[in-house]
């Protein structure tokens, strides 16, 4: 039976997470997801599971609130420490919290994310039930996931055939095959898995060569 992870799970893992949210791949995994999520201008976004916050740096000079939230208290601590050192701390708001009950009200951000997360939870769709609760019916939600085709030896194939090596290489590696063992998703699947959930207009971008793809979907 799969099980849930908790937080402290997380905390000794701020180092690796933080790194991985630098890489090339994945640094251009979020450009495009930042870009498909359409502009951030005085709009109100959640990150579900933002880690160390790299994600929402994206929104400094754009959004009018940036929102974190995330399992793992040392998750939590290092993003404010990232957007304290930015001077960014009067529209951000970090906090602790479960993504089968995040801490939030109902229809209050413009825009929620979720990067890398979902896939992971024993019952994914009791997180999405609660990204969609806490969206405005006027917003979207935008998630990150692996594909159905995403396994170490595909991962690893890409890497050599896009010359990623060393440390970038390791977290593309280890991304697949934790998703060999959660949930990966076809574009039907999700579709109907969104829309089930009450989400409309669901629509998917394949990046990485097929590996993964970003979905969005209409309140």
């Keep these: 039976m799969m099980r849930k992870m908790d937080g402290a799970e997380f905390d000794s893992l701020v180092s690796f997470f933080d790194g991985m949210a630098r890489t090339q791949w994945l640094s ?28 929402l740096t ?39 919290g479960d993504a089968y009950e995040l801490p939030f009200q109902n229809g209050e951000f413009d825009c929620v994310l979720s990067t890398c997360v979902m896939f992971l939870l024993p019952e994914p769709e009791k997180g999405i039930k609660e990204m969609l609760r806490v969206t405005k019916d006027t917003g979207h939600i935008v998630m990150l996931n692996p594909s159905e085709t995403m396994n170490m030896e595909r991962a690893s194939a890409y890497a050599d055939l896009h010359n ?37 207009k669901v629509r998917h971008q394949s990046v990485l060569n097929g590996l993964a793809m970003i979905t969005l979907a209409a309140k």
């Design 58 to 96: 994206r929104g400094l000079n754009e959004a009018n609130r940036l929102v974190g939230v995330d399992l793992s208290p040392e998750m939590i601590s290092a993003a404010k420490d990232l957007f304290e050192g930015m001077e960014a701390t009067n529209k951000t708001l970090f906090k602790v």
């Design 28 to 55: 251009q995994v979020h450009d495009q997801l930042k870009e498909m999520s359409t502009s951030w201008f005085e709009k109100d976004v959640l990150d579900v599971g933002c880690g160390t916050g790299r994600l």
């Design 164 to 200: 990623i090596t060393g440390f970038e290489k390791e977290t593309l590696v280890k991304w697949s095959n934790i998703s060999t063992r959660r949930h990966r998703y076809s574009e039907e699947t999700l579709t109907d898995l969104l829309l089930k959930l009450g989400a409309k």
